[in-house]
C-alpha cells in the first residue's frame, strides 16, 4: 500500500486521487509489480452505488479528507492505494465530546480503551478505515464490528495532532507527502 | 427545520442559510464522517429519538434529513 498525503490540497479530492493513481502505477512500473491491465493503461477513477471511489484493473482506492479548522474546506488529504482491499481514514485531533460518540459506535471493549480525546481520535479512524476496506455499507454502525486486535489495522501520527489509520493486508505500507 | 438547519450550521461552522434542501453534507457542506455522526447524535438528544441505522446510512442530502423528519414526526 502507497498512501498520499497532502496538507494543503488546492485542487478537487478527485483530482489529487487522480494525480496519485498515476504516481503509483508510475512507481509501480519502475518496480515491475505486475498489476492486471493497470500497466498497459491509464486507470481511471469510478464511484459504486454509494458514491464510493474504486479503480478497475485489480486496484483498491481509499479517500480520507479533513480539514485544520472547522470553517476550512477540507484540506487535508490521504488517498491510499494498494492491490488488496484499502481503507484509510484521517483526522485531526481536536476538541469534541467523545463520550457519547464512543458509547453510541464502539463496543464495550473498545470503550474500556477510549479514556481521552486522543484514544478517541485512534479508534475513530481505525473503525472508520475498516469499513471502507470492507464497503460493508452497514458495517459501521454495528458497535459489535470490533477493531481491537486486528491485525489489518495500522495507526500513525503524521503532521501535527493529525492521526491517519489504514486497513490494509499488505505487508508494507509507504507514505509520500503531496 | 429551523433548529435542525442551526444544528447542522454550528457543528460545521457555515452560516444558516448555507444549507438548502439539494446541499450534500459531504460535497457542498464539507462535513466529514465524525462531523455527521455529530449532527446525527445532536438532533437525536434535540428530539430525543434514536434513528435507525439504515437511515442513518441513507443520509447524504439535507433533503433526505427532511425526509426522515418526517417518519419519526419531529
Known sequence: ????????????????????????????????????????????????????????????????????????????????????????????????????????????????????SRDFFKFWTRKEALYKASRDQKSFYVPKINTLGNADLRTYDIFENVILSVCTKDESVYFCSC | MEKIKNIIAEILGINVTDIVSESRLKEDLNADSLKLVQILLAIEDEFQIELEDEDAVSIKTFADIERLVKKYGI
Request: glycine residues 4%; neutral net charge; charged residues 25%.
Open chain 1, 1 to 116: 500500500m502507497i498512501v498520499f498525503v497532502s496538507k494543503n490540497l488546492n485542487k478537487s479530492s478527485l483530482e489529487f486521487a487522480e494525480d496519485c493513481l498515476e504516481q503509483y502505477c508510475y512507481i509501480a512500473r519502475q518496480s515491475r509489480i505486475s498489476i492486471e491491465n493497470v500497466l498497459s493503461k491509464r486507470p481511471k477513477i469510478y464511484k459504486d452505488e454509494n458514491g464510493r471511489p474504486y479503480v478497475c484493473g485489480g486496484l483498491y482506492l481509499s479517500i480520507s479528507h479533513t480539514s485544520a479548522n472547522l470553517s476550512d474546506k477540507h484540506n487535508i488529504i490521504a488517498v491510499a492505494i494498494s492491490p488488496n482491499p484499502a481503507g484509510v481514514d484521517i483526522e485531526v485531533c481536536r476538541s469534541i465530546d467523545w463520550t457519547k460518540i464512543s458509547q453510541r459506535y464502539f463496543n464495550a471493549a473498545e470503550q474500556k480503551d477510549i479514556n481521552s
